[in-house]
Structures are given as structure tokens and as C-alpha cells.
């Protein structure tokens, strides 16, 4: 069945000539007055949506020279910090005695809950452009800013390497703790006579793992797989 449904003003014939209110023409009119206003207002709201990425992205473009073709990890990290601590200037004018913009205190509140946001997702893995890549730093660079060409550009996730030391630490602490647990169990089972049945079970029961040794051993396994990716 063909589809007749007009979608656009250039559709309608005699569109400025009188129209009856009840008419099929007066239908078609208001349909395509609504699909318009629909399609702008999800338009509107996907460049909201993506300006946040939009600013970033450029961010980092201009922060890397352009003598680079690529940062290292240690100058991403600079970066990232860079970025998180871009309104500190600005934070800090609020903070002074002899500051005038008492009044604007609702914008020091934004920028500090923006800052307290963005240092969690470092935490958890702060999402930047790929700039470890010279083929996708190439494409940065072209980039105008443009929302419709953004997915060209690969982005990777880095979290803060204090983050990680931290994980390291837990995993080396959780791998002594599992170490000594298992050495614990091998000493008690040497105690115990594997003749009688009674104390074969006590073996048993010896041998099976606590709620915590189980806890601590898959917590170190995630924290194991978490620091190889970030590695």
C-alpha cells in the first residue's frame, strides 16, 4: 500500500490558499508542523547532549603541540590533570576574601560538583581522544568540531595511575593474605589422621575455604584483571 502521508510544507499544494479547519489538507498541515518541531527539538537536544564531548575533544586537540605526532602515557596523564584543574582559576577567585562574586556562588557550586565528577571518572577511567595514536591524533587535528564527523575519532579510557598503585598494593596485601591461609590449611591437615571417617571428614571440612578466603580470592582476581587492562 503506497504511503501518501505528506512529511514536508513543499508536499502540500495550495498551502497558503484557505484552509478549512476540519479539512484533510488542515490535518497534514498540523502533522508537519509537529514532526518539525519534534525533529528540531531532538536535534537541539542531541548537540546538547554532545557538546560536553564536543569541548573536550577540542580541549585535548589544542593541548597537545602540534610538534608531537603522538603524547606518551605520562603526557596524558599531565593532561588529564590539566583538564580536571582548567577551572581552578576560577574556583579559587570565589574562595578570596576580597572576592566580588559573593553572588554567584550557584556557579562556584557547579564547578566544583563539575571537578568532583570529573576526578571520579579518572578514578574509573577518564575518557579522551586517542592521543597515543598518530593516525587518530591526524584525524583530531583535522577535526573542525563538526557532532556529525566526531565518530571518526577513537577515544580510549585512562585511569589515574595513583588509582592503580593502589590496586597493586590491595593485590599484593590480598595475595600474602591467601598465601598464608592456604599455608594455615596445609599445616592444620597434617594433624589430622586419615584413617577414621570422623577425621577424614574433619579433613575435609579443614580443607574447604572460609567466606572471607573465597571473598578475598575472586576480589583478587577482579583487581588482577583490572591491572593487567590498565597496564
Known amino acids: 500500500m503506497p504511503n501518501n502521508k505528506r512529511h514536508t510544507f513543499k508536499q502540500i499544494k495550495n498551502k497558503n490558499s484557505i484552509i478549512h479547519p476540519s479539512s484533510r489538507k488542515a490535518a497534514q498541515l498540523?502533522?508537519?508542523t509537529l514532526r518539525k518541531d519534534r525533529l528540531e527539538r531532538d536535534k537541539a537536544r542531541r548537540i546538547s547532549e554532545a557538546q560536553p564531548i564536543v569541548e573536550?575533544?577540542?580541549w585535548f586537540r589544542y593541548a597537545l603541540d602540534d610538534a608531537f605526532p603522538c603524547a606518551t602515557k605520562a603526557e596524558v596523564y599531565d593532561l588529564i590533570e590539566l583538564y580536571i584543574a582548567r577551572?581552578?582559576?576560577d574556583i579559587s577567585k570565589f574562595d578570596s576574601p576580597k572576592s566580588v562574586h559573593k553572588t554567584k556562588s550557584s556557579k562556584k557550586f557547579l564547578l566544583d560538583a563539575l571537578k568532583l565528577k570529573e576526578k571520579r571518572e579518572y578514578?574509573?577511567?577518564f575518557e579522551i581522544p586517542n592521543l597515543l595514536?598518530?593516525?587518530n591524533?591526524?584525524?583530531l587535528r583535522q577535526w573542525d568540531g563538526d557532532i556529525n564527523s566526531m565518530s571518526r575519532i577513537k577515544t580510549i579510557r585512562i585511569?589515574?595511575?595513583n588509582n592503580i598503585n593502589t590496586l597493586k598494593t590491595t593485590a599484593q596485601i590480598l595475595a600474602k593474605k591467601e598465601k598464608q591461609n592456604r599455608?594455615?590449611?596445609q599445616n592444620s591437615s597434617k594433624h589430622i589422621i586419615n584413617n577414621s571417617t570422623m577425621e577424614n571428614d574433619q579433613t575435609s571440612m579443614s580443607a574447604q575455604p572460609t567466606i572471607d578466603e573465597l571473598v578475598n580470592s575472586i576480589l583478587l582476581e577482579e583487581i588482577q584483571v583490572k591491572i593487567k587492562i590498565c597496564d
Do not use: A, V
Request: net charge negative.
Open 183 to 185: 599455608k594455615s590449611n
Open 56 to 58: 573536550r575533544l577540542l
Open 137 to 139: 591524533i591526524k584525524i
Open 123 to 125: 578514578m574509573e577511567g
Open 133 to 135: 595514536d598518530p593516525k
Open 87 to 89: 577551572n581552578d582559576d
Open 159 to 161: 585511569e589515574d595511575p
Open 30 to 32: 498540523q502533522r508537519i
